[in-house]
């Protein structure tokens, strides 16, 4: 079974700064895919930012020069550094990770995390 676990959302006034992290369950091998998305209330969930085994990297326009996506070095966990945080940037943010493969099988579909508030007061 996967799981991932978010933390290191909370509220901060804009301009600051905060760190997510999300951590794939131990006994992962590998994992090709890893994003970040959010919803805020009343619109859709959004795609935020994402990496690939491969160093591909991709952001939201809304957040390119402000948001900074990484693994470690295992390539199991996933950072989103986030600064200059605006108030539109308030949302649930979601892990998501597909493409897992274990000591016993390859799963090839999404996996999400349970979510992690951020507001981003003005």
């Known amino acids: 079974q996967v799981q991932l676990v978010e933390s290191g959302g909370g509220l901060v006034q804009a301009g600051g700064s905060l760190r997510l992290s999300c951590a794939a369950s131990?006994?992962?091998?590998?994992?090709?895919?890893m994003g970040w998305y959010r919803q805020a209330p009343g619109k859709q969930r959004e795609l935020v930012a994402s990496?690939?085994?491969?160093?591909?990297?991709n952001y939201a326009d809304s957040v390119k020069g402000r948001f900074t996506i990484s693994r470690d070095n295992a390539g199991t966990t996933v950072f989103l550094q986030m600064d200059s945080l605006k108030p539109d940037d308030t949302a649930v943010y979601y892990c998501n990770a597909g493409g897992i493969a274990t000591a016993q099988r390859f799963y090839p579909s999404d996996y999400w995390g349970q979510g992690t508030q951020v507001t981003v007061s003005s």
């Open positions: 990496i690939t085994s491969g160093g591909s990297i």
């Open positions: 131990r006994n992962i091998f590998s994992i090709n895919y």
